[in-house]
Each structure stands twice: as C-alpha cells, then as structure tokens.
C-alpha cells in the first residue's frame, strides 16, 4: 500500500521517479560506501576526533566498522529527530576554571578530618587522586568519586567506618565533587553531540549514493510519506490508485513504529472521521507480544490508540484471553509466570515494566481443556565457565530434542532461542554427525551450516586470493578438490586453479560456474547439504544480474544473509524472534540466560513527549554510576531501560505461548553470587514457578512439573493430517 501511495505522489514526495527498492543486501554495500565516500572527502582529523569521542578511545573495531556499528543501529533514529533539538536538549553542568580547580585541590588538602587513622590515609589517598585527575579523563573523576571519604560523602552519608566526617572537609570535598558531576555531565553532552555529527556526516553521503544507484530503501518510503504533509488527501490517494478505499486494515499494529504510525496517521484520521458504514479502521496487536524494540516499534500507539485518535474517533476496543491452541498444563504455566509479575523479586530493579505488563495481561482461558500437556522446569549440571554452561544447555536441549522425537513420533517440536549462533550449534548437535535427528532451521542461518558451502566458499575466496592458503587446503581436503583439478596444496596449483575458476566465473557467470560443481559432489553430501547448496545457486543468480565479478563481496553475502530451510520437518530450530506466529506441539526453551535488560550494546537512550509523542532529548548511553547523578536525566535512563525489560518480558510470553501440548526449560543452577547477579529471564521462571518451601534447586534436577505426567509416556506414531496438493 504504501509503496503505491509512493508512486502516484512520487514528485510530491521529493522521490526519484526511476528509483528501485534495494534489499538489504545491496543496502549494506551502499551504506559502507558511503561510508568510504565519507573518509575520503572529509577531515580525516576531524573524523578521528568525532570517534575518540564517541568511544572514549575503547574502540577495538576498524574504523569503518565503528561508524556502520553506529549509523546502523542509529539512523532510523536520526532521521526522525533530524528537525528537533532532541541532540542537543542537555544543558551544560558547571565545572571549575583550571585555578579554581587547584584551589579546591588545595583546600582539600588543608581540610585534614578528625578522627582514626584510617579515616586520615583516605583522606590523603583522595587528595593524590584528585591531583591525578587535574588532566585526567572523566574515568579519573569515577574513580575519585566512587572511593575513600568521597564515595561516603557522594552518596549523603559522610560517614566512614561507622564514624562521621568533619563539616569542614565535607565542605572541601563538595566542591570537587560537583566538578565531577560537571566533567560527567559534559562528557555525555560530547559523546550525544558527536553522535548526532556523525550521523549528520553519513547522511549527507548516504543520500548521494542512492541517488546515484537510484536507488531507495523500504525505511526511505516511510520517511518520506512520515514527512510529507498529505493531510486531506484521501480522496485524491483513491482517485490516483484508481480504487475507492473504504476500509484501513492494520495487523500486528504492536510492532508499528512512529515513523510508519505518522505516515498512515492523516489517512486512519481521515477514516475514523467518517461513520463505519462509509468507512473504518480496524487494527489487531498484542502490547505482550511487543518484541520488536530494535526495529523502533513503539507498542504505545496499540495501547493509547483511543487517546491518539480522539474520543471522537469512536474506537472500540475487544479484548482476547482465551486460548484456541494450548493445554491447561500450558495456560497454567503461562499464568503462574505472567500473573504476578510486580511481586516477582527478578523485577524489582524494573517495578515500572512489571507494572505495564501487570496492566496489560488478564489471566488465560483455553478451549482446548481436553488436550493432555506437560511442563518442566529444570536445571542442568553446574559449570564455571560461562561459554562451556551456554553449550552444555544446548547438548541438553538437543538430547532432549531426541528423547521426545521417539517418544512422540509424529509431533512437531520447535526448539527456540535468542541467537543465531545458538541456533546453529543445536543443528550441528542434531545433525548427521552427532544425533541424526532431521531438523531445520527456520530462517535461522547462513548457508555456512553446511560443510559443502563453505568448501564452495573456500574455493571463490581462492580465486581472488591465489595465496590463500587457509582456502586451499579446506578445498583440497573436501570432496570439491578433485572436481576442480586442485591435487596438490603448492603455489603453482593454487594460482592455476585461481586463474581457471575466474576465468569461468567471467565466460559464464557465478551460477553456472557453481551447477557443475555442485552436480560432481552432489552423491558425497547428504540431503539437507544439497538443498542448502542448490540455495547457494539461487543467490548465485541473482548475484549475477549485478555484473559484479568480486568473489569476495558474495561469500561475503552468503556468510551474513540467513536463508530459510525449506525442507519440512518435524523438528525446527529457530530463534523466538523468527517464532512468533507459530506454533508447535512441543517447544524447549535452553536459552534463558539472557538478562533481562542488558544495556552492553545501548548506544543511545531517548524521551518522548508523551507515549507516542515525537522525541524530545536524546543522550548518548553511559553507565548507571554516572547518569544515576543526575535528576533530570535519571528517568530517561530509567523509562528506556525499562522499555528493554518489558520487551524482554514480551519475549519469554512469545516463547512460552508457541507450545500446545509440552513446554521444556532448561536453565542453569543458581550460583552463590545470584543474589547480586543482574536479573535474567531463568531467574524470572525460577521464582514463579519454584515454591519458596523447597529452597534453592540443585544441579542437574527437576524444579517444577506441572501437568499429566502421562503426557511422557511414549506415545504410537501420528499419522501426518492430509494436505491439499
């Protein structure tokens, strides 16, 4: 719809009339270009300068892959503040002059507490740090700030080992201690302002290398009909599109974000003004199913639809908590975990998020009250190391995958998971090697699962790099070697075999170039590693309609593109994300362990004026000892944090509701330092479901059943239901 709102209103729009909508594939190459173009053409200085501020000189990354780190995760949000002063909407602290700084360093040091020795070491200690923070950075003021008398005095206390500070030298450190706050402040205005100027620096790039590729993205069509004034204009859309539109028609309007709600705005205002039986607006969302924050949605504009469109809108809103897919044994764990979340003690870092959803959630009903089902929770064995925990919970969730596929001949089973990553090691624990239990991936992966591809990969990388060893010797060890004549892992081999396969790729494309290779191995892989590979050619192809001969740029591709297994199966791995909308009549849960608001890859925090209101101030993420100083930024921290929680709450309901019959979570053992560990989803699970009376759970036991436990029993074959061919 919208892009046929775009094409008739195209000059109206300030929209090429020759553009294509690229995929995001070809978007990428056209970001990073214009991230070259950005280096080449600006002040390298100045650019250098804007980074070392935005990362405080922590960045690990090349410089190209910071800025696209940054543009990616940032852009959508840049262009719809682009004309507010949201970026610069924190005023300036006050900090002292370079001499009034050694003045309040000297009276610090004149200003010598009473009392025990200790109390004395401290205080001379804080004087050497401050004397070290005089050039230092704003990490240099924390660590003044947060140790000694300092910290004591900064938190309102001013008392040290149970005895109270002089008024004198409290007076002493106070002045030091609102130069900090100053520093702090400052350092979060910098790092927000070179964030929006590097934004600014990209777009102005970006925009030109569209325009010379002609070439648009989805997110442009939305911004430009978000931007454009079309207020009034229904009935000249209608007459454009030559239809009459009666009747607007909204699904999952809990992901719709500000950007697409102001482009449909004048058109669902213009609706809701006539009486239903000219014309109406009709939406269906689920606030709890909101999982989509990432992606900007803004789950608000579902919740506060009647006050956005006016009482005069006449919305009437219908309510559905009753279950057409899932057992009792299922509904019941649902509302023992969801039901009282603001008395769950995992929440009480996030009353706010727990008290919405408490708003939100009415206890579920199903249908389906003669379908047996079974729940469990358990824990797996103990394990120090955290990446050897996060793979010892996946073998367990694949072993379980194998008990229950024999037990329950005929069920469908979906494991589902936060990650790709974890995605693609429990289809290696199911796959030929280990389990041989047949499985897909749902959109869940690369082509790279599958060793033939990547000894394909090998050999396009080889033939951009005749020297790459690495290359040489995965192809000469797979089946692939010998079909491509490459016999022996010397230079003078390596480069003929480079020359003969760019030769080919030039004469006859990228997919035909693949087909004969792919025939020749096609009886040494089994079925899903053909499949996967004839997917391969079908990128192949449409690679080739871009007339580009770099190998390197389509493994590049084909390494970061997921790409469905369209194999049907009875078992399918995926993550939650990929999940919503299905269903399956067995679902494991083995990753749990995410926190359930981490702010490792915040970049930035914002506030809107109102709910759904457009934004107001936007600051650059810090760490909580920092803007937990300040008042005014405080709930702007606290509301977007929050905001992570509740999505994260929408995720663990999204991931328990796919089940119909059996839900299985594995979690790890609560360790001795889980009291002040950061609150994780298991841990949410853990206190609603584990009565108190039992205490902390063991290793490797059972925590909670809930259910008929008959449900295990093994079960005779389910024949598949009949489809139309």
Same mark, same amino acid.
């Given at each position: 719809?919208?892009?046929?709102?775009?094409?008739?209103?195209?000059?109206?729009?300030?929209?090429?009339?020759?553009?294509?909508? +690229?995929?995001?594939?070809?978007?990428?190459?056209?970001?990073?270009?214009?991230?070259?173009?950005?280096?080449?053409?600006?002040?390298? %200085?100045?650019?250098?300068?804007?980074?070392?501020?935005?990362?405080?000189?922590?960045?690990?990354?090349?410089?190209?892959?910071?800025?696209?780190?940054?543009?990616?995760?940032?852009?959508?949000?840049?262009?719809?503040?682009?004309?507010?002063?949201? #970026?610069?909407?924190?005023?300036?602290?006050?900090?002292?002059?370079?001499?009034?700084?050694?003045?309040?360093?000297?009276?610090? %040091?004149?200003?010598?507490?009473?009392?025990?020795?200790?109390?004395?070491?401290?205080?001379?200690?804080?004087?050497?740090?401050?004397?070290?923070?005089?050039?230092?950075?704003?990490?240099? #003021?924390?660590?003044?700030?947060?140790?000694?008398?300092?910290?004591?005095?900064?938190?309102?206390?001013?008392?040290?080992?149970?005895?109270?500070?002089?008024?004198?030298? +409290? %007076?002493?450190?106070?002045?030091?201690?609102?130069?900090?706050?100053?520093?702090?402040?400052?350092?979060?205005?910098?790092?927000?302002?070179?964030?929006?100027?590097?934004?600014?620096?990209?777009?102005?790039?970006?925009?030109?290398?569209?325009?010379?590729?002609?070439?648009?993205?989805?997110?442009?069509?939305?911004?430009?009909?978000?931007?454009?004034?079309?207020?009034?204009?229904?009935?000249?859309?209608?007459?454009?599109?030559?239809?009459?539109?009666?009747?607007?028609?909204?699904?999952?309007?809990?992901?719709?974000?500000?950007?697409? #709600?102001?482009?449909?705005?004048?058109?669902?205002?213009?609706?809701?003004?006539?009486?239903?039986?000219?014309?109406?607006?009709?939406?269906?969302?689920?606030?709890?199913?909101?999982?989509?924050?990432?992606?900007? %949605?803004?789950?608000?504009?579902?919740?506060?639809?009647?006050?956005?469109?006016?009482?005069?809108?006449?919305?009437?809103?219908?309510?559905?908590?009753?279950?057409?897919?899932?057992?009792?044994?299922?509904?019941?764990?649902?509302?023992?975990?969801?039901?009282?979340?603001?008395?769950?003690?995992?929440?009480?870092?996030?009353?706010?998020?727990?008290?919405?959803?408490?708003?939100?959630?009415?206890?579920?009903?199903?249908?389906?009250?003669?379908?047996?089902?079974?729940?469990?929770?358990?824990?797996?064995?103990?394990?120090?190391?955290?990446?050897?925990?996060?793979?010892?919970?996946?073998?367990?969730?694949?072993?379980?995958?194998?008990?229950?596929?024999?037990?329950?001949?005929?069920?469908?089973?979906?494991?589902?998971?936060?990650?790709?990553?974890?995605?693609?090691?429990?289809?290696?624990?199911?796959?030929?090697?280990?389990?041989?239990?047949?499985?897909?991936?749902?959109?869940?992966?690369?082509?790279?699962?599958?060793?033939?591809?990547?000894?394909?990969?090998?050999?396009?990388?080889?033939?951009?790099?005749?020297?790459?060893?690495?290359?040489?010797?995965?192809?000469?060890?797979?089946?692939?070697?010998?079909?491509?004549?490459?016999?022996?892992?010397?230079?003078?081999?390596?480069?003929?075999?480079?020359?003969?396969?760019?030769?080919?790729?030039?004469?006859?494309?990228?997919?035909?170039?693949?087909?004969?290779?792919?025939?020749?191995?096609?009886?040494?892989?089994?079925?899903?590693?053909?499949?996967?590979?004839?997917?391969?050619?079908?990128?192949?192809?449409?690679?080739?309609?871009?007339?580009?001969?770099?190998?390197?740029?389509?493994?590049?591709?084909?390494?970061?593109?997921?790409?469905?297994?369209?194999?049907?199966?009875?078992?399918?791995?995926?993550?939650?994300?990929?999940?919503?909308?299905?269903?399956?009549?067995?679902?494991?849960?083995?990753?749990?362990?995410?926190?359930?608001?981490?702010?490792?890859?915040?970049?930035?925090?914002?506030?809107?004026?109102?709910?759904?209101?457009?934004?107001?101030?936007?600051?650059?993420?810090?760490?909580?000892?920092?803007?937990?100083?300040?008042?005014?930024?405080?709930?702007?921290?606290?509301?977007?944090?929050?905001?992570?929680?509740?999505?994260?709450?929408?995720?663990?309901? +999204?991931?328990?509701?796919?089940?119909?019959?059996?839900?299985?979570?594995?979690?790890?053992?609560?360790?001795?330092?889980?009291?002040?560990?950061?609150?994780?989803?298991?841990?949410?699970?853990?206190?609603?479901?584990?009565?108190?009376?039992?205490?902390?759970?063991?290793?490797?036991? +059972?925590?909670?059943?809930?259910?008929?436990?008959? #449900?295990?029993?093994?079960?005779?074959?389910?024949?598949?239901?009949?489809?139309?061919?």
């Amino acid at each position: 719809f919208f892009g046929t709102i775009v094409r008739c209103f195209t000059l109206e729009l300030g929209l090429p009339s020759d553009a294509r909508i +690229v995929d995001e594939d070809e978007a990428f190459r056209l970001r990073r270009s214009a991230i070259q173009r950005m280096l080449e053409e600006g002040d390298e %200085a100045a650019i250098i300068e804007l980074l070392a501020s935005l990362t405080e000189g922590s960045s690990e990354r090349a410089v190209t892959d910071t800025i696209d780190n940054t543009v990616s995760a940032l852009y959508d949000l840049y262009r719809e503040a682009r004309y507010t002063d949201a #970026w610069h909407a924190i005023p300036p602290g006050n900090t002292l002059t370079e001499a009034a700084l050694d003045h309040a360093i000297a009276d610090l %040091a004149a200003a010598i507490p009473s009392g025990p020795k200790r109390t004395i070491d401290a205080h001379q200690k804080d004087i050497e740090r401050a004397e070290r923070c005089r050039t230092g950075s704003s990490d240099d #003021w924390m660590e003044f700030f947060s140790g000694g008398l300092a910290a004591k005095i900064a938190d309102g206390s001013c008392i040290y080992y149970g005895k109270p500070i002089d008024g004198h030298t +409290v %007076a002493a450190y106070e002045r030091l201690l609102h130069h900090a706050r100053g520093v702090y402040r400052r350092r979060v205005i910098d790092q927000t302002r070179a964030t929006h100027e590097l934004l600014e620096r990209f777009d102005e790039c970006y925009q030109r290398v569209k325009h010379q590729h002609k070439a648009l993205t989805f997110a442009d069509l939305t911004v430009a009909l978000a931007q454009a004034d079309l207020r009034g204009q229904l009935d000249d859309i209608c007459y454009r599109i030559d239809a009459r539109l009666r009747h607007v028609l909204l699904d999952e309007m809990q992901d719709t974000s500000i950007q697409q #709600w102001n482009a449909m705005r004048p058109i669902v205002d213009e609706t809701v003004s006539y009486t239903p039986e000219e014309r109406s607006f009709f939406c269906v969302g689920d606030v709890k199913q909101s999982i989509y924050g990432w992606r900007n %949605a803004c789950p608000e504009i579902l919740s506060r639809i009647d006050q956005l469109l006016g009482a005069g809108a006449g919305i009437v809103k219908q309510t559905l908590a009753t279950s057409y897919r899932s057992s009792p044994a299922i509904i019941d764990a649902v509302n023992q975990i969801f039901g009282g979340l603001p008395r769950n003690p995992a929440l009480l870092r996030y009353p706010d998020a727990a008290a919405r959803w408490d708003e939100e959630f009415t206890a579920h009903t199903t249908t389906r009250s003669e379908l047996p089902g079974y729940v469990r929770l358990r824990t797996v064995a103990r394990c120090e190391d955290q990446a050897k925990r996060q793979n010892l919970r996946l073998q367990e969730a694949a072993a379980l995958v194998a008990e229950l596929y024999a037990r329950h001949p005929g069920k469908t089973i979906g494991v589902l998971l936060r990650t790709n990553g974890a995605v693609g090691r429990v289809l290696y624990e199911l796959g030929p090697t280990r389990l041989k239990i047949p499985a897909t991936g749902r959109g869940g992966g690369p082509l790279t699962d599958a060793p033939a591809v990547n000894a394909i990969l090998d050999l396009l990388r080889l033939a951009d790099h005749p020297d790459h060893s690495v290359a040489a010797f995965n192809v000469l060890n797979s089946p692939l070697g010998p079909v491509v004549g490459l016999s022996d892992d010397g230079p003078g081999p390596r480069h003929r075999t480079a020359a003969r396969v760019r030769r080919t790729i030039a004469s006859d494309g990228l997919a035909r170039t693949l087909q004969p290779w792919i025939k020749a191995i096609a009886a040494q892989v089994d079925e899903r590693q053909y499949r996967r590979c004839m997917q391969l050619i079908q990128l192949a192809q449409n690679w080739d309609e871009r007339a580009s001969l770099r190998c390197d740029d389509f493994v590049a591709m084909v390494e970061s593109r997921a790409v469905a297994d369209p194999a049907a199966s009875a078992v399918q791995v995926m993550t939650i994300h990929q999940a919503k909308g299905l269903e399956f009549d067995i679902v494991i849960l083995p990753e749990l362990e995410a926190e359930l608001a981490s702010t490792r890859t915040l970049k930035v925090v914002y506030e809107r004026s109102g709910d759904a209101g457009p934004i107001s101030k936007i600051a650059r993420h810090v760490s909580k000892d920092m803007w937990s100083m300040f008042d005014d930024l405080r709930p702007m921290f606290e509301q977007h944090i929050g905001r992570l929680a509740h999505e994260s709450l929408c995720l663990l309901y +999204v991931a328990v509701t796919r089940a119909r019959e059996g839900l299985f979570m594995l979690i790890d053992p609560p360790g001795e330092s889980s009291r002040t560990a950061p609150a994780r989803m298991s841990s949410l699970v853990l206190h609603a479901l584990n009565s108190p009376s039992h205490g902390p759970p063991e290793p490797d036991s +059972v925590v909670f059943e809930g259910g008929d436990l008959r #449900w295990l029993d093994p079960h005779p074959p389910v024949a598949p239901a009949p489809q139309d061919p």
